[in-house]
């Protein structure tokens, strides 16, 4: 159990922001969580309804507020994760609504998005398809940069797709385009029939965690396992992927996936091997770690009967 330090007597009055961040960012360090003092900003501002960089012209915390703090810092501390404390996850230009029973978007995805968006950029009216589409981040991001792309997102949580569905809503009402949920699991040997050799973009977030790799407590305690492990080897989900991929996509068409920073080599090889993709390429995140691999489909729609050569790039 985490203990926090007492606050001054009762009576002596409001709480400094400065004040509070600083205690609260000892507890959450004492307690092994990283980045301390930013989550401390956050959580601080979240209850003082304003946006972090205003916290220095912030009002003190009342005594309710200081409670409600508390209580905040006590479950971060128990490594709950920031963003089911807030409700909300930052993604690209995006604020979606994340809480139980849905994976919580990870900022080295948006690189994988960035890269779907550019390809999709300048298509005549694109077809996208976001595959594993969990809170729906993906596929929400590139139909608010792409207003003109038609956007499909594909999930089989119920779980999930609830989330999915209250982030499409949220942002149709925002004003952006409409995206178009389905439930569907996407090792399918038919998914997605009806698009089979028209998409221009399909991008992949999915579970791709070996299953005997150790995750840290805000992961295991709380995103789903389903969304997180991928088999023995990681690689259960993004083997049919890659499969439906060469089916789905047009000629000329693009798919992206993510996958565990182990799967360097293996993922972009899985797409060599097919024999249905050109222009193999591993990207790196911003730490140079292996982050998601890209793959043409061939101009001509066929599968060659040997594999392409595959490179590296930085993203």
Do not use: K
Request: overall charge negative; hydrophobic content about 45%.
């Amino acid at each position: 159990m985490t203990t926090l330090p007492q606050h001054p007597p009762e009576g002596t009055g409001p709480v400094r922001p400065s004040a509070a961040v600083a205690r609260a960012a000892r507890v959450l360090a004492a307690a092994g969580v990283g980045s301390a003092r930013v989550e401390a900003e956050l959580l601080t501002a979240y209850v003082l309804g304003v946006p972090r960089g205003r916290l220095a012209l912030a009002d003190d915390l009342t005594t309710g507020q200081v409670a409600r703090l508390d209580g905040l810092i006590r479950r971060r501390a128990a490594r709950e994760p920031l963003q089911h404390l807030t409700g909300r996850a930052g993604f690209r230009h995006l604020e979606l609504s994340v809480g139980p029973g849905v994976f919580v978007p990870r900022p080295e995805t948006e690189l994988l998005a960035g890269w779907g968006v550019e390809q999709a950029r300048g298509r005549l009216d694109p077809v996208v398809v976001d595959l594993c589409s969990g809170s729906g981040a993906i596929a929400l991001a590139v139909a608010q940069e792409l207003p003109g792309a038609r956007v499909i997102a594909v999930e089989r949580s119920p779980e999930a797709l609830a989330w999915l569905r209250r982030n499409a809503a949220e942002r149709a009402g925002a004003g952006d385009r409409p995206i178009e949920v389905v439930e569907a699991d996407v090792t399918a040997p038919d998914l997605l029939a009806e698009l089979v050799g028209s998409v221009d973009v399909l991008l992949c977030n999915p579970p791709y965690v070996p299953d005997d790799v150790v995750v840290p407590p805000e992961v295991a305690g709380h995103d789903p396992a389903e969304a997180v492990f991928g088999g023995a080897d990681g690689l259960a989900v993004i083997r049919p992927v890659v499969t439906r991929a060469a089916a789905l996509l047009r000629p000329g068409g693009v798919v992206g996936v993510e996958h565990d920073d182990t799967h360097g080599a293996a993922v972009p090889g899985l797409l060599a091997e097919d024999g249905g993709f050109s222009t193999v390429t591993e990207h790196l995140d911003l730490t140079g770690r292996p982050r998601y691999a890209t793959a043409s489909r061939r101009a001509d729609g066929q599968h060659a009967p040997i594999g392409v050569a595959w490179q590296t790039d930085s993203s």
